[in-house]
């Protein structure tokens, strides 16, 4: 008996949605992924052309916590472990130097993260606040810093150091508690390989774990470095040079380690490599309370006035860095790319710059919300900058806010000047399809028409996204640069101007404008999160970008949301491995998202599994989205090996007949043909009908990326492919030393 096995897409639709099925009892797996099947004594187990009945589901390993909230703060991270995917198909030079210029960037993204907490305890609170007599006035819990044992200006550095510490210690505890999760999911060898097929492309473990010792251990001793360069210039003790000499090996030996093949390859890893990233991570949390323990000894008194020395410049010169990062890792790819490739194979770095961006954007937004409240809500801005605000964050920061309303500038503008006529255009070939469908349909019902062009040309949107984040990224990235430039010289953007002219007062609106925005941004970005917990609407909008974006392993940041493909497609490879070899044939049917990991699953079956294998796909971005963003893992070869893996031979020699059958529609804005030779498109004509249907009283619905499974078209491929498994495969009249199917390369 065959099999239809149905995996759905993002949404993380119920089981019971998948199959159609009200009542149904879990045959696999748990609670966060299982295999489902509908009760036999209610009857209806069977569907199209008689095939069992299965489904997959796995959303709640993405969308089954309120802390999945918690996981959005993270994005930054997410967005440099994508970086890593998204290069093109290169060369081995080429592809290292990718590699180790995004690990590198990566490894900044979580000094990045140690500094932003390290700015609001440490700078604002324990340095400029506690300075403040008005500050901690009637504030019970900034006491400690005004009085007591902690009333030293070193010491107090020592207790708000530990808010970046507990914030360190968390990520490596959510590092460690996920890792076990998601990526503990039992592999027989390790390896890595550089392609889908590669039998243990899922295993994540071990790299994962060498990774995150490596970044706690950059983490740790970023937060010495920033206090031992208080502590150090002015003690001038030995201690202190030694200690801070300890530091900066940690954090150059951590700086190589992410770069060099023998600590972070998954094929041939150096048997030295996971003691030291240990050692590395262990000493560097030894240090830290030595560290904690030197600033809290007795010295002389001092006062500390205006912002606290190194840390603006620190955060100012990192961010420079990453700047510079991205800028050689975009002439990199450029330089080594293949002719054609989609955006120039610019891709990872317009990824990771996204990333910086929103790092910088919250830090900045968090950074300038705290200074408010400290400050008794003083502008963090003035037109008479003679005067100053109270509190200060980094400059940069304020570079930041201000970016942040040029870039809602620059989108705006983008999608007036861009957007509009490309809407128009895409409409005027949206006509073209629609009345190629319903011949004279315009003439009965010219609005009915329009109705179903725009519900095309929409759907064409997607295909041109990317050139118009291009255009916003181009004038964002040499703005960029001019604020970097003008952080570095400690020029604010309010001192571009003279102080409390009109020019000023508009910088000044623009900075304080931003700091609120993008401070809302992080609160709505949280909102989302909790709100996806309980409304499927906005699950919808979270998994999107979250099943996107953790699909691939954490090869880059590994303290990024967790890899549920880890997984997911093991599991699936051996589910259907054995209702492949055991029960009869399997059809892998997968929606949208699903469709990626049903054609994952396929490349890690074993060749006697995949002889009773089909695949049937609808709604799949693999061609539109996957194969355009991802070419080096998703193109064209590995399309062409999924379907000749599934291939049946015909009577005629060196023929074969797909057993990849893929939906799609011109109304989906997501899924589209996957335009393979080892595969049959199938085009489906959305909506189904045109004019009111006789006994209904409303037009049929534009399903666009959904209800594929409700389309008799479905049905037919469906009982289609389950003949195919279940037909005694035709005897060649080829000679018996034909030769076997070919093989495409990973």
Avoid at 75 to 85: D, G, K, S, T, Y
Avoid at 239 to 267: K, S
Avoid at 620 to 632: E, G, K, N, V
């Amino acid at each position: 008996m065959v099999t239809e096995l149905r995996v759905h897409g993002v949404t993380g639709s119920p089981a019971e949605d998948v199959l159609d099925r009200p009542l149904l009892r879990r045959v696999a797996g748990d609670t966060d992924a299982g295999f489902f099947r509908p009760r036999a004594e209610y009857g209806a187990v069977t569907g199209p052309g008689g095939a069992t009945l299965e489904a997959y589901r796995w959303g709640n390993l993405t969308a089954g916590a309120a802390a999945r909230a918690l996981w959005l703060l993270l994005l930054p991270f997410m967005l440099a472990n994508v970086a890593l995917w998204l290069r093109p198909a290169t060369r081995p030079g080429p592809r290292a130097a990718i590699r180790a210029l995004t690990r590198i960037y990566a490894l900044s993204m979580t000094g990045s993260f140690v500094l932003a907490f390290a700015e609001i305890s440490m700078d604002l609170v324990g340095w400029q606040c506690a300075a403040l007599s008005r500050c901690p006035q009637g504030r019970w819990y900034l006491a400690p810093l005004a009085d007591g044992f902690f009333a030293t200006t070193s010491r107090r550095l020592a207790l708000t150091a530990l808010v970046p510490a507990l914030a360190i210690a968390f990520l490596w505890f959510l590092g460690r508690r996920t890792w076990s999760r998601y990526e503990a999911f039992p592999v027989a060898t390790e390896g890595d390989g550089d392609g889908l097929a590669h039998p243990c492309f899922w295993n994540g473990a071990p790299l994962v774990g060498r990774l995150r010792s490596l970044h706690i251990a950059f983490a740790f001793a970023t937060l010495d470095a920033v206090l031992l360069g208080i502590l150090v210039p002015r003690d001038r003790h030995p201690a202190g040079y030694v200690l801070a000499a300890a530091t900066a090996l940690i954090l150059l030996t951590c700086i190589v380690a992410v770069a060099v093949r023998p600590v972070v390859d998954r094929d041939n890893p150096t048997r030295w490599a996971r003691p030291l990233t240990r050692l590395l991570s262990h000493t560097a949390v030894g240090l830290t309370v030595v560290v904690l323990g030197y600033a809290l000894l007795a010295r002389d008194p001092w006062t500390a006035t205006g912002r606290m020395p190194v840390l603006g410049g620190t955060v100012t010169g990192l961010f420079a860095v990453q700047v510079v990062l991205m800028l050689v890792l975009g002439a990199v790819v450029l330089a080594s790319r293949p002719r054609g490739t989609f955006l120039q194979g610019l891709a990872g770095p317009l990824i990771a710059s996204a990333g910086l961006g929103v790092a910088v954007a919250f830090a900045a937004g968090l950074a300038y919300r705290v200074a408010d409240f400290l400050d008794r809500r003083a502008l963090p801005s003035t037109p008479d900058y003679a005067a100053g605000p109270a509190l200060e964050p980094p400059p940069a920061y304020e570079w930041a806010a201000a970016g942040f309303v040029l870039l809602l500038l620059l989108t705006a503008l983008v999608a007036i000047v861009g957007g509009l006529p490309l809407v128009r255009r895409l409409r005027r070939y949206a006509r073209v399809v629609t009345d190629a469908d319903f011949r004279g349909g315009r003439e009965r019902d010219a609005a009915r028409a329009r109705r179903i062009d725009r519900a095309v040309a929409d759907s064409l949107v997607t295909d041109h996204i990317g050139r118009m984040l291009v255009w916003v990224f181009i004038p964002s990235a040499v703005a960029a640069m001019a604020a970097t430039g003008f952080a570095l010289a400690g020029r604010r953007p309010i001192r571009l101007a003279e102080s409390g002219s009109a020019a000023a007062e508009a910088l000044s609106f623009a900075v304080n404008l931003g700091t609120y925005l993008i401070g809302l941004s992080a609160f709505a970005l949280v909102l989302i999160g909790v709100l996806a917990y309980r409304y499927q609407r906005f699950r919808r909008i979270v998994g999107v970008l979250w099943d996107l974006g953790t699909f691939w392993p954490r090869a880059a940041h590994p303290l990024a949301p967790p890899c549920y493909a880890e997984r997911v497609v093991p599991e699936l490879a051996k589910r259907a491995s054995w209702l492949a070899a055991e029960q009869g044939g399997v059809i892998l049917s997968g929606h949208s998202q699903g469709s990626v990991l049903a054609a994952a699953t396929v490349l890690q079956m074993p060749a006697e599994a995949q002889a009773r294998t089909a695949l049937l796909t609808y709604g799949s971005p693999l061609r539109r989205l996957y194969a355009r963003f991802f070419p080096a893992y998703l193109g064209d070869p590995m399309l062409e090996q999924v379907g000749a893996v599934l291939a049946r031979p015909r009577q005629e020699p060196g023929q074969h007949t797909p057993r990849w059958v893929n939906l799609w529609r011109d109304t989906d804005p997501i899924g589209g043909p996957v335009a393979s030779p080892t595969a049959r498109d199938v085009r489906l004509v959305d909506p189904p009908g045109f004019g009111i249907a006789p006994g209904d009283t409303v037009f049929p619905k534009v399903d666009g990326h959904s209800g594929y499974q409700l389309r008799p078209e479905f049905g037919a491929v469906v009982s289609g492919l389950v003949r195919d498994l279940t037909s005694p495969p035709p005897r060649p009249e080829a000679p018996a030393d034909a030769g076997p199917l070919p093989q495409v390369p990973a």
